[in-house]
C-alpha cells in the first residue's frame, strides 16, 4: 500500500500506459474512499487531507465536466485553486509564451492541471514545471482521468475489468477519451474491443491487436452491429469536427429507444459528454444510460488522485 501511494508522490499523470496495472487497481481503490456509494458521508474524514496545498488550471480548451469536476474534487478535500479557462483573460493573449505562463503559475500551486489542444502539450508543461502536472486532454491523443473515472465507473458496475466486449462508437481515431480507454483496457486480461465508426475513422496502427477490432460501417446500421456484439459497454461519444485534419464526409448517428432494446439486459451505456444529438434524451431514464453516474464518479477519482500526486495518503 504504502509503496504504491508512493509511485504516486510527485507524479505527473501525462499518459495512461505510464501506469501499471496494479497501479490503476490502487487508485481506484483509493478513490472509493470518497465515494458515498461506498463510504457513508459521516464516514468520511478526508475534507482537509490537501489543505494549504493549490491547484493551478490551465484550461486552453473549453471544458464543463474537466475543469468544473477538479475544481470540486480540490475544494472538497481542503485545497484552493486558482486558474484560467479563458485565453483571453491572461498575458498569452498580449503574447506569451506557453513556457513562461507554465512557469509563472506553477510557481503559485502546488499541482498544474492542463487542457491544451495540441498533442503532447501536458509533456511539454511536465519537462518545464517541476511540480505535478496533470494531463486533462492533449488535443486528440490521450484524456488519462476521464479513463480513470470510466475505469471506475466499469469496475463499480461489473466488478472486474477484465474480459469485457466494449463497443466504442462514434469517431474512435479523433476521440481522446475512447484512444486512452482503450490503452487502459489494454493492460486488462480478455478484454475486447470493438470500434464501429464510418470507414476512415478507425483507430491507428498502434491500437492493432487481437483485442481491437475496427467494424467499418454505415451507421444506419448501428443497433444491427450491436445486436451481433453483444457488448457489456458501448461507450458513445462526439463527433470530434474540431480535431479532424482531413476533411472528412459528415455522418452522424442516433442511440435511442431501440438500440437500448436491442442491448444485453446487463449491459451499459457510458459516454465522456458533451452530447451533441448522438444519444437521444429519452434513453437517459434507461437504466442501461449511465452517463450522468459516470460524470459524478470523475470528481471522487479526481479527489484521490489529488491527494495521491501530493502525498497526502
Ligand atoms: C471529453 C473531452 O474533452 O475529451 N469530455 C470530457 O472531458 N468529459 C469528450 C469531448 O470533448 O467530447
Do not use: C, W
Not at 508522490?9 to 474512499?33: P, Q, T, V
Not at 458501448?234 to 472528412?248: F, H, L, Q, S
Amino acid at each position: 500500500m504504502v509503496k504504491l501511494s508512493k509511485a504516486f508522490e510527485g507524479r505527473d499523470i501525462i499518459d495512461i500506459n505510464d501506469f501499471s496495472k496494479e497501479e490503476l487497481l490502487f487508485l481506484l481503490k483509493i478513490a472509493r474512499k470518497f465515494d458515498p456509494d461506498f463510504l457513508k458521508r459521516s464516514k468520511r474524514s478526508n475534507y482537509t487531507i490537501a489543505q494549504g496545498e493549490i491547484a493551478a488550471h490551465l484550461f486552453f480548451e473549453p471544458s464543463t465536466r474537466t475543469e468544473q469536476s477538479f475544481r470540486s474534487a480540490a475544494q472538497k478535500i481542503g485545497m484552493g485553486v486558482i486558474g484560467f479557462n479563458d485565453l483571453n483573460v491572461t498575458s498569452m493573449h498580449k503574447g506569451e509564451t506557453f513556457n513562461d505562463t507554465i512557469r509563472i503559475m506553477e510557481s503559485y500551486a502546488n499541482v498544474l492541471i492542463i487542457r491544451h489542444p495540441e498533442v503532447g502539450s501536458a509533456k511539454r508543461a511536465a519537462d518545464i514545471a517541476e511540480i505535478p502536472v496533470i494531463n486533462a486532454g492533449d488535443g486528440p491523443n490521450q484524456h488519462p482521468t476521464q479513463t480513470l473515472l470510466d475505469l471506475y465507473t466499469i469496475q463499480k458496475v461489473f466488478q472486474r475489468l477484465e474480459g469485457l466486449k466494449v463497443a466504442f462508437v462514434g469517431d474512435p481515431k479523433h476521440y481522446r477519451t475512447m484512444r486512452s480507454l482503450a490503452v487502459a483496457l489494454f493492460k486488462f486480461a480478455k478484454n475486447k474491443i470493438f470500434g464501429i465508426s464510418p470507414a476512415g475513422l478507425e483507430m491507428d496502427n498502434q491500437f492493432k491487436s487481437e483485442s481491437y477490432n475496427d467494424l467499418a460501417i454505415n451507421m444506419k446500421d448501428l443497433d444491427k452491429t450491436l445486436e451481433q456484439i453483444k457488448p457489456d459497454v458501448v461507450y458513445a461519444g462526439r463527433i470530434p469536427k474540431e480535431y479532424m485534419k482531413k476533411k472528412v464526409k459528415e455522418f452522424s448517428y442516433l442511440i435511442n429507444k431501440a438500440t437500448m432494446d436491442i442491448l444485453p439486459k446487463h449491459s451499459i451505456l457510458m459516454h465522456p459528454l458533451p452530447r451533441v444529438d448522438e444519444m437521444d434524451p429519452e434513453v437517459d431514464s434507461n437504466p442501461k444510460a449511465i452517463y450522468f453516474k459516470q460524470a459524478r464518479n470523475g470528481m471522487y477519482i479526481r479527489e484521490a488522485l489529488l491527494a495521491l500526486v501530493l502525498g497526502r495518503i
